[in-house]
């Protein structure tokens, strides 16, 4: 009898991959940029998710929220019209133009409106004895939609920035929402290879609110812990997947806690005890502080991460690196990805490349007021 | 034998390079690669592979026999399972290097990543060795179970960086590490200790440093005018007791 062999060697090679850049000055970069970073790390995703964060590209509108919307069915969409125009006042809605390309099956609707909240009783009260800030008063509105209305999902949320994504690969993506259309002056691309949630098109990343959006490959293992910890404050894990807390996590330790991102990312990859047992008097007091605080903010299990705002792109490891992220630098240009060659891909001559440690976050904040 | 890899999918590439090795071609130039995993592995013939341009992961993995040359930066997992032959990296390259290696050399110039040399093993006649020129990161030489891992900390980008970094021999338990210089003994995995250097470790680390430095032109005796030290497991079995007791 033929021996049967014992293994499939035709396997998927998948593990997620990420790409993002910033101009520190704010120079605009055409979308056919990072589309091209990306698509070089297209086998490190299987086509059940492609994403991009895109800051920048409003600049008419750069005063207004810029709301996308993914509809599942056209109940949601006008439930959640007659929301928005109860709470909002609408400068702008149109469809987000999309090419129909055969790669991609069954796309949802994606609506954009550019809004500012109307000064209505619930806001006044909001702002006036709740002590709420315009963003939290926006907070507390993508948390409802998401929560409330079947099959709304608020896809970005932030002022003159937004995430287009979706089940396919993320060149697929990009083509479906004709990316090399817009120009920003900071990009982040994901790439997925969805392992423990499903690959929807809500759960492709980047995950976001308001400005904020992150790219994440890895998985988050203290998602149950983290998820708990955000509900007291108020925010809603809709998404199912375990990077949705991130987002949240940072908006909850940057805009509403005042830590600096250095300090953000300190409580999401802490140093280990014997580690901080090691250290000066002054250290060891604020990372200890920090743990203490945080423990529940803490990130458990392999991941490399960007997140991006209207301020800047920062990368983050976890403490013992089990995912890759390499940076480099090239004039007033920063650039974070999984593998060295998709920033190589974009920029050949970079003046510096390096892989920053475990725990060690790259911070590149855009200069000024771009 | 030129391939022009500019823009070519790693399959295809591949393709073309075992083709070429299986008709009788010794020596392989790439250019413009970018990004192309899967690079030289399992190849049995003593061919070499040149290769201008950073290559993707997964380099000269199950690799037997040949020479792999890199004249600029490589990245993530080169020489996994690899059996003999060599890989020489003239920049730096990434985390997860010569894991479960098993012999060959890797000769890397500059910086090197997380867990290098992971779980590298020897056996009788086999005895890989991996040197990396410039500054690593955590856990070198974890679970290590044979063979030779050096670490110079000379030809790094970053030298406000510690040589190396923490949990340094997790779990190690055969082999050795030869580090010049000396270690931070703060930053050890408490699997390890450290040792001078004895007569046949000094003849043995001459070996490898002069081959290593014929692969870049560099001068060995500046590289061994500084002392070196070796770090040892203090167990073959570190984790023998983790769950329940041994018998005696």
Known sequence: ?370 | MKIDAQGVYYRDLNAQIRNAVATGTDKIELINVNGQYFIGDGINKPVTITISGVPGNDLAAFMNGATVIVKENAQDNIGNTMNSGKVIVHGHAGDVLGYGMRGGRIHILKDVGYRVGIHMKSYQDNKPVLIAGGNAGDFFGEYMAGGVLVLLGMFTDDPEKAKHGYLFGTGMHGGVIFVRGGVDESRLAKEVGVFDLDEDDRTALEGYINEYCKDFDLDPKQILAEQFYKVLPRSKRPYGNMYCPMPR
């Open chain 1, 1 to 370: 009898m033929k021996p049967q062999p014992t293994h499939i060697f035709e396997k998927d090679i998948s593990n997620c991959g990420l790409t993002g850049f910033v101009s520190k000055k704010g120079t605009r970069v055409g979308g056919e940029v990072i589309i091209k970073s990306i698509s070089l790390m297209h086998d490190r995703g299987n086509g059940l998710g492609g994403g991009f964060g895109a800051y920048g590209i409003y600049p008419d509108y750069r005063d207004f929220y810029a709301f996308h919307l993914m509809y599942e069915n056209s109940m949601a969409q006008q439930l959640t019209e007659e929301y928005l125009e109860a709470n909002f006042y609408i400068e702008q809605q149109e469809d987000i133009p999309t090419r129909r390309i055969k790669e991609i099956a069954n796309p949802p609707v994606f609506k954009r409106y550019f809004a500012k909240p109307l000064q209505t009783d619930e806001y006044k009260e909001a702002v006036e004895y709740q002590n709420m800030t315009d963003e939290d008063v926006i907070v507390r509105h993508v948390m409802a939609i998401n929560h409330e209305i079947d099959g709304a999902f608020v896809v970005s949320s932030g002022k003159n920035m937004g995430a287009f994504k979706g089940v396919g690969f993320p060149e697929e993506i990009a083509d479906f929402f004709r990316l090399e259309e817009y120009s920003g002056h900071i990009w982040t691309a994901h790439n997925r290879f969805p392992t423990n949630t499903p690959g929807w098109w809500g759960g492709a990343h980047p995950f976001t609110l308001l400005d904020w959006s992150i790219v994440h490959n890895g998985e988050i293992s203290s998602y149950g812990i983290n998820k708990r910890y955000l509900e007291m404050y108020g925010y809603l894990c809709t998404m199912l997947t375990d990077t949705e807390v991130v987002a949240y996590m940072l908006d909850l330790l940057i805009r509403k806690h005042g830590l600096t991102p250095q300090l953000a990312c300190t409580a999401l990859a802490p140093p280990f005890w014997s580690l901080i047992d090691q250290l000066p008097d002054d250290e060891r007091e604020l990372y200890t502080a920090i743990r203490q605080v945080y423990g529940s903010a803490l990130l458990n299990g392999p991941f490399a991460i960007l997140f991006a705002s209207n301020q800047g792109l920062i990368g983050l490891n976890d403490r013992v690196k089990l995912r890759p992220l390499v940076c480099a630098e090239f004039e007033d240009f920063v650039y974070m990805a999984s593998e060295e060659s998709a920033i190589r891909e974009i920029c050949p001559n970079p003046t510096r490349i390096w892989s920053p440690r475990g725990g060690e976050p790259v911070i590149a904040m855009v200069e000024g007021n771009v």
